[in-house]
């Protein structure tokens, strides 16, 4: 069992930058695609980004291409996601999550994080 536990969220203006981390324990997630998601209030969970076990294989959704970047470390087991250019369209709870193969989809991601909350401020 995976288990995912993310940091860095809080409270920023627009324009401004967050690094979020996702930590895992329990078993290596070298082998895993990992993925974030948000949620925000009243709205479904939405893809953010994922990236796969192979260097360079992400994926963006369109409304954060260009801003965000998903990396990993293995080594760390550790996944990031740095944003920048934040909006205030970008506040929810951010969530990382593991999945055997690379999907967009979030029922293709079994384990999940607690989440962590971003607030941008206009």
């Known amino acids: 069992q995976v288990r995912l536990v993310e940091s860095g969220g809080g409270l920023v203006q627009t324009g401004g930058s967050l690094r979020l981390s996702c930590v895992a324990s329990?078993?290596?997630?070298?082998?895993?695609?990992m993925g974030w998601f948000r949620q925000a209030p009243g709205k479904e969970r939405e893809f953010v980004a994922t990236?796969?076990?192979?260097?360079?294989?992400?994926y963006y959704a369109d409304s954060v291409k260009g801003r965000f970047t998903i990396s990993r470390d293995n080594i760390a087991n550790t996944v990031y996601l740095q944003m920048n250019s934040l909006k205030p369209e970008d506040t929810a709870v951010y969530y990382c999550?593991?999945?055997?193969?690379?999907?967009?989809?979030?029922?293709?991601?079994?384990?999940w994080g607690q989440g962590t909350q971003v607030t941008v401020s206009s």
């Open positions: 990236i796969g076990w192979i260097p360079g294989n992400t």
């Open positions: 329990g078993r290596t997630v070298s082998t895993y695609a």
């Open positions: 999550a593991t999945s055997n193969f690379l999907t967009t989809a979030p029922s293709g991601f079994g384990s």
